[in-house]
């Protein structure tokens, strides 16, 4: 017990220090967490412990993530989306998947590698990225735009390619691998140290029955995520308790997980399915804000097992080959970036903060890495080199937005530092709570055009007003969790109209001190006179 305290403690107080520092110095927090693994590495190597096992547990915030991006991808927006959704995003990863590897080909790989490579080095940075835009306040310019459509596109073409490089296996590895595990079942046979079968719902099975139980598992969750999520977390909101919900939602999202390992599948597929079932649900705020801060520590964990798994021996021992290749990959990340921006006819500043934001490799690349490795499509050599070309190549975006700002953007001055923001036909507006007086203020807004989003905690209101077309959501619009995910960062207008007066007071002087840009319209009832 002493020693898992003893590392839990460890790891926080690493990510407590680095990551404030180096937002403060404008690295992002994926590379603080980075840099915190790569400080307690020396720490963790004295007390023996094993890296691997640690990254493998916190893996599992990437399959919230994709939960969460599936959350996000409303038909209407994916819609409107889909000209830079499929063109730009689609040939960002097929050109920069070819371009790479055919340099990998090049430098006397095989062309199973070579795709292999090409397409985990495609991706870019959705973390150090959309921060770093939204920092900058550029997310509204057309290479802001440009970026997220891409950024989304990479979000989901991880999907198909977790399916595809487990086809890439190469034969001598495979063979290396199956004569490992044979050894080792042996050796567990006969010293009786044997863990028994994993556990698999289509082990024996003929290749039809696999597909056919397979698309049942699929079906399951569509249809469990479209008909039963409803009446459950309107079975579990009648408690009113906050922490019920939470074990909900995590239930919900491990239980979509484990179904998909047992029939064969990446967990990441199924919990994406499911959060783009539910991306219309009236619980889709609070089932986000209730993940969200689950799937940020699990993703720190695993940022900091990367960077205490950097191999420092072999960095120093080809730093000329290493800081070559990652050199090499931001410049043809930037090629194919710029020459689609020109084919896309996006504004001659914004085409270099598009090109330049996305030069590095991304995060689902150590992931990617990872289950290339264990999949036995990439030899460990090369894959410990790419950890390292991944790694530095993120920790140099923030000096290519620096170049971007300092020498490039002074040069367009009519450019995107100059966008206003634009002005939507319907204002923006949230509603904590929809008793009488929110009840009134909706129906005004509505009939004057205005799109409002409802918060309340009382199931039975919320399909209620459902019913009759009202975009309102289960959650308690006290917690700072749950107005993000309402976005509070882009609404124009919060009417307060709780019952609970303390709790008002205290929303209205939080998002007073930490939303200034927003009005706060606050309902009060009279107090009865004594």
Not at 37 to 45: C, N, Q, R, T, Y
Not at 183 to 203: F, I, M, P
Not at 292 to 311: C, E, K, N, Q, S
Not at 518 to 529: L, S
């Amino acid at each position: 017990m002493g020693g898992f305290l003893l590392l839990a403690f460890v790891f926080l107080v690493a990510g407590v220090i680095a990551v404030p520092l180096a937002s403060r110095l404008g690295l992002g927090s994926v590379l603080g967490y980075l840099i915190a693994g790569i400080a307690i590495s020396p720490l963790l190597a004295a007390l023996h412990v094993d890296v691997v096992s640690i990254q493998h547990f916190a893996e599992f915030g990437v399959v919230m993530m994709l939960f969460l991006v599936g959350l996000e991808l409303e038909p209407k927006r994916l819609w409107e989306m889909r000209a830079r959704l499929l063109g730009l995003g689609g040939l960002q990863v097929l050109g920069t998947a070819g371009a790479v590897m055919l340099a990998a080909i090049m430098l006397g790989q095989p062309w199973t590698v070579g795709l292999t490579v090409g397409l985990i080095l495609a991706l870019s940075s959705t973390a150090i990225v959309l921060q770093t835009l939204g920092e900058k306040g550029l997310m509204r310019s057309d290479g802001g735009q440009a970026s997220f459509a891409v950024l989304l596109f990479q979000d989901i073409a991880v999907i198909p390619m977790l399916a595809v490089i487990p086809l890439l296996a190469l034969p001598e590895l495979l063979d290396a691998g199956t004569a490992v595990a044979n050894a080792t079942g042996a050796a567990d046979h006969q010293t009786g140290d044997g863990h028994g079968a994993s556990l698999s719902l289509v082990a024996g099975l003929s290749g039809w029955q696999t597909a056919l139980v397979t698309a049942a598992a699929i079906a399951l969750v569509v249809l469990g995520g479209t008909f039963l999520t409803g009446p459950l977390f309107r079975f579990i909101a009648v408690a009113r308790l906050r922490e019920l919900f939470v074990a909900t939602a995590l239930m919900f999202v491990i239980g979509i997980a484990l179904l998909m390992t047992l029939v064969g599948l990446s967990p990441a597929l199924g919990t994406f399915v499911a959060g783009v079932v539910l991306a219309n649900s009236d619980y889709r705020h609070e089932l986000e804000s209730d993940i969200d801060p689950f799937r940020g520590l699990l993703l720190g964990l695993f940022f900091m097992t990367v960077g205490a798994a950097i191999d420092f021996g072999l960095l120093m021992d080809d730093a000329g080959t290493i800081i070559g290749l990652t050199l090499g990959l931001i410049a043809i990340k930037a090629l194919v970036l710029l020459a689609l921006a020109r084919l896309f006819k996006l504004r001659y500043g914004d085409k270099f903060l598009f090109g330049l934001g996305l030069a590095q490799a991304g995060e689902f690349g150590f992931v990617l890495l990872a289950f290339a490795t264990a999949s036995h499509a990439l030899p460990q050599a090369v894959a410990d080199r790419l950890l390292l070309v991944v790694a530095l190549s993120m920790m140099l975006t923030p000096l290519l937005f620096i170049i971007h700002e300092r020498l490039i953007l002074p040069r367009f001055a009519t450019g995107q530092a100059e966008v206003p923001d634009e002005i939507e036909a319907r204002g923006q507006v949230i509603i904590a709570g929809h008793g009488r007086f929110g009840g009134i203020v909706n129906r005004m807004l509505l009939s004057a055009g205005f799109e409002t989003t409802v918060l309340d905690v009382s199931s039975a209101q919320l399909q209620m007003l459902r019913s009759y077309g009202v975009r309102a959501f289960f959650g308690d619009a006290t917690r700072p969790d749950m107005l993000q995910a309402a976005g509070i960062g882009e609404a124009r207008l919060l009417v307060i109209a709780i019952d609970e007066r303390h709790g008002a007071t205290e929303l209205t002087r939080y998002v007073r001190a930490n939303h200034p840009h927003i009005h706060v319209c606050a309902g009060d009832r009279p107090q009865p006179r004594l």
